[in-house]
Structures are given as C-alpha cells and as structure tokens.
C-alpha cells in the first residue's frame, strides 16, 4: 500500500469511528440503535451517505409501534398530526423507523452545513434534490467570486423534531426541525473577518423538507427545501422555500 492510500485509509478509518462513537453500536438489549451507512471513494471521500434500515426480520407492527414514542434522546414527534402520515410510510416501508430517520437526518444536516462553507460541491449534489442543490450551488458561486472563504462546524445537534409529514403517491415528505450549535465566520479576500466569528459558537434553527420515492429501491432520502425557522435562523445556508 502506497503512504498516499495508507493516509486514505485512516481517513475512512476515522470517520467510520467518528460516526460510532455519535451513534453507538447495537447490543442485544438495545436492537434499534442506529448504524449509518457510509459509501467511501478511494481517496476517502464520502459519496453516499444510507439511511439505517431497522433489525432484519422486524415486522411492520414494530416498527409503527416506535413510531409514537413521543421523544428519544435530541428526537421527537413535535406534530401530533404528523402520526397519519408516518404510520402510513411504515406500512409501505417496512423498515422506516422515525427515530433511526431522525438520527440519519442529523447526520445529513451536518454534511450538508459543512459541505456547503466548504464548497463541496460533489457531496451537495448526492443529498439535495436538483432545485435544493441550484440555490447552493449559486451561493457557493457568489461566494468564490467575491473571493471569499467560509468555515462551519457543526459542535451539537441539540434537537431534531417532526413537524410535518405527508406521502402523495406513495411518495413521502418529512419535515423536520433542526435545532444545533456552530461555529461559523466568513472571511474576505484579504483574510479579514466579515461575518460570524471562529471561536464564537452560536444557535442555529433550521426548518428541512426530506423527500423518498417509497416505490423505490433506492432507500436514501433527500433534501428538497431548506427554509428560516420562524423565531429565528441565521442565514448559514441559502433558504430555498
């Protein structure tokens, strides 16, 4: 192995224990823990990022049975009236579970913030519907050339909430409420600071629409808005509903 794989490897390595160390790993007295899925090119980058599916052999009443515990860690149903449309989606995918969702859609969340202030382009475009990805891509583009440069780091997802949900078609649409701590500064051409600040961490809230054809094989859901929480937001990434 070539010193150039080998630091490929690590790479990998280290964000396949990033993400375990978030989510944990299943024990035998806790069979719904969360494991994401991650697709790795060979130089380490991450091209696809799966939606965890529930235990194998999990029946549909189990899985809408989970479906109305209210509150899970950071997650919740915060729209009672979101249960209809989240009952109908497990009795069409057997193995949607709202809490495993939500912990995939944290995940999204911070691939998509970080992606964005880097610029990164090849990851956005996995995870954004073709509209969601324009209004990015335009602002990334505003961005470079105005010749400035954006950092974000996402320190905590401190709560992730339900509050709407529908399936047209047997297409299903969630929408979910994030509410997460960052860090974030935009600097100038010059390397002065002109927004944010590096060392200041700030609350971020946000407001995602998630979108899966449930005729499909493909089981990843992806973003199809991004819109202003209504008490507030902080213009980190565009809005695009």
Do not use: C
């Not at 440069?149 to 949900?165: D, F, L, R």
Request: proline share 3%; charged share 30%; no cysteine.
């Amino acid at each position: 192995m070539t010193a150039e794989l080998m630091v490929y490897a690590l790479i990998a390595a280290a964000l396949i224990f990033w993400l375990r160390s978030i989510l944990g790993t299943r024990s035998d007295d806790d069979p719904h823990v969360p494991v994401t899925k991650l697709e790795l090119n060979e130089e380490g980058k991450i091209i696809t990022i799966g939606f965890p599916e529930s235990e194998e052999g999990a029946n549909r009443f189990s899985a809408i049975e989970q479906l109305f515990e209210e509150e899970k860690g950071n997650m919740a149903i915060e729209n009672p009236q979101a249960r209809d449309s989240l009952t109908e989606i497990a009795m069409i995918d057997t193995d949607f579970n709202v809490h495993t969702f939500l912990q995939a859609t944290q995940d999204a969340f911070v691939y998509v913030v970080e992606s964005f202030a880097d610029g990164d382009r090849e990851t956005l475009a996995d995870l954004l519907s073709p509209q969601v990805y324009e209004a990015f891509d335009g602002a990334i583009t505003v961005r470079e050339t105005a010749e400035e440069t954006m950092q974000a780091e996402i320190q905590s997802i401190q709560k992730s909430s339900v509050v709407e949900a529908r399936t047209e078609d047997k297409r299903a649409f969630v929408t979910v409420r994030f509410l997460a701590e960052e860090i974030t500064h935009v600097k100038d051409k010059d390397g002065n600071i002109i927004q944010g600040h590096p060392d200041k961490v700030i609350q971020m809230r946000d407001v995602w629409t998630f979108f899966r054809d449930l005729k499909s094989n493909d089981p990843r859901w992806i973003v199809v808005e991004t819109r202003e929480d209504e008490i507030k937001d902080n213009d980190t990434i565009p809005n695009t509903h």
